[in-house]
T-cell receptor
Framework: QQQVKQSPQSLIVQKGGISIINCAYE??????FPWYQQFPGKGPALLIA?????SEKKEGRFTISFNKSAKQFSLHIMDSQPGDSATYFC?????????FGKGTHLIIQP | DAGVIQSPRHEVTEMGQEVTLRCKPI?????LFWYRQTMMRGLELLIY????????DSGMPEDRFSAKMPNASFSTLKIQPSEPRDSAVYFC?????????????FGQGTRLTVV
């Protein structure tokens, strides 16, 4: 059973546009929701994270929106840049550690 | 700190051989995770240790896989015998003891190819 569902699988956005990646979870015991960014040949690295008692968190061009009742959260990348091209993973944390979505391969076209 | 250190970075082995992947977590971290990444299945949690004790190994695919953490600074993931379908990138990650709502730091991964 996939506990964290992520979409889309791949995404192409023009430079300067908004990239949006969506995730949904099932387990209400999850209590922390990080996003990880992974470049080729590297391990995932924490990008931004949110707790379920907050509806939005913004760090620079990156924003997480969280809808607890719908059990959904999303990552918005404003003014997307070619350097943002990477694979993005949403995740959820409970007592069993990190559970990841399957990832979104993002390409920002110059 | 040098971060999470994994070795080897690349491993090519023949089907049926034993493979051992190694991980040195960040000093002071008390949680350690082994993940497997493939195109088809994404990042899968294989096993999770807390204070050197395996807490959840439900992600270990079968008995051919085993993991140990003999002390706070070292862990191994062993596959015996290896099969071509085990080909993947294996990541080790560690996190600090300030609760489970903390960042997990990943190593560079070991790319395993079983031929």
């Amino acid at each position: 059973q996939q506990q964290v569902k992520q979409s889309p699988q791949s995404l192409i956005v023009q430079k300067g546009g908004i990239s949006i990646i969506n995730c949904a979870y099932e387990n209400t015991a999850f209590d922390y929701f990080p996003w990880y960014q992974q470049f080729p040949g590297k391990g995932p690295a924490l990008l931004i994270a949110i707790r379920p008692d907050v509806s939005e968190k913004k760090e620079g061009r990156f924003t997480i929106s969280f809808n607890k009742s719908a059990k959904q959260f999303s990552l918005h990348i404003m003014d997307s840049q070619p350097g943002d091209s990477a694979t993005y993973f949403c995740a959820a944390i409970g007592m069993g550690g990190l559970t990841f979505g399957k990832g979104t391969h993002l390409i920002i076209q110059p | 700190d040098a971060g999470v250190i994994q070795s080897p970075r690349h491993e090519v082995t023949e089907m049926g051989q034993e493979v051992t992947l190694r991980c040195k977590p960040i000093s002071g971290h008390n949680s350690l995770f082994w993940y497997r990444q493939t195109m088809m299945r994404g990042l899968e949690l294989l096993i999770y240790f807390n204070n050197n004790v395996p807490i959840d190994d439900s992600g270990m695919p079968e008995d051919r896989f085993s993991a140990k953490m003999p002390n706070a600074s070292f862990s191994t993931l062993k596959i015996q015998p290896s099969e071509p379908r085990d080909s993947a990138v294996y990541f080790c990650a560690s996190s600090s003891p300030s609760g489970h709502n903390t960042e997990a730091f990943f190593g560079q991964g070991t790319r395993l190819t079983v031929v």
